[in-house]
């Protein structure tokens, strides 16, 4: 089937939007000598619980091979951004900390992206919504397909109950909400598979 021209546009879009947030990560990467990926490494380190701050997660959550991680994260260590802490109970877990030197860094980093989000915010709710709905389909369909491992939404997380009540068609477990199409999570800590 030859795909139509809007769906060769949205691929192309995408593909744009992907190179403007590279450019907005070596910005950030030039100024203070991290890689990018260190940059999205610190960005999730910051925001999720420490129980999945661990190389095996992080190795998941960006497709990327454990040892690839482990020597970016060796790094971190050495320049003084990351301090590592093991499980009281299981001495073979460890687990990812920001340092005082690294959370140091967060306004800049948080500088940067909300410059982005604060793009985003000038389109209408009714765009945005259908936008936001389109992505997380077209995220669901790319984790159902295996091409990415993981897709940290309300579509794919075990807390998720659909066909909730009318009006509220989603029910999160972990909060105890019901949620309607515009409150749906991408990006949320409490991701659960
Ligand atoms: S835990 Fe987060 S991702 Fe999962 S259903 Fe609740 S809000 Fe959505």
Redesign the pocket.
């Known amino acids: 089937m030859i795909p139509t021209q809007q769906s060769e546009n949205i691929y192309y879009a995408l593909e744009k939007i992907c190179q403007s947030q590279r450019i907005f990560l070596w910005e950030i990467a030039k100024i203070e000598g991290f890689s990018p990926i260190q940059i999205q490494f610190i960005e999730f380190i910051h925001k999720m619980p420490m129980d999945q701050c661990t190389v095996s997660h992080l190795a998941k959550e960006f497709d990327l091979t454990k040892a690839t991680v482990s020597d970016s994260i060796r790094v971190l260590v050495k320049k003084g951004f990351l301090e590592k802490t093991v499980d009281k109970e299981d001495k073979r877990r460890v687990y990812l900390l920001l340092s005082q030197k690294a959370k140091s860094k967060m306004a800049l980093i948080d500088d940067k992206s909300h410059s982005l989000i604060q793009i985003i915010d000038t389109f209408d709710e009714e765009q945005k919504k259908n936008f936001s709905q389109f992505l997380m389909e077209l995220i669901k369909k790319l984790y159902d397909h295996g091409y990415i491992q993981t897709a ?9 109950i659909r066909n909730h009540q009318e009006g509220n068609p ?6 105890n ?1 019901p ?1 309607t199409e515009n ?4 990006n ?5 598979v």
Do not use: D, G, H
Request: net charge positive; glycine share 0%; charged share 10%.
């Open positions: 940290r939404m309300c579509l794919t997380c075990n807390n998720m989603f029910y999160c477990q972990f909060a909400i949620m409150q749906l999570k991408v949320c800590q409490y991701y659960s």
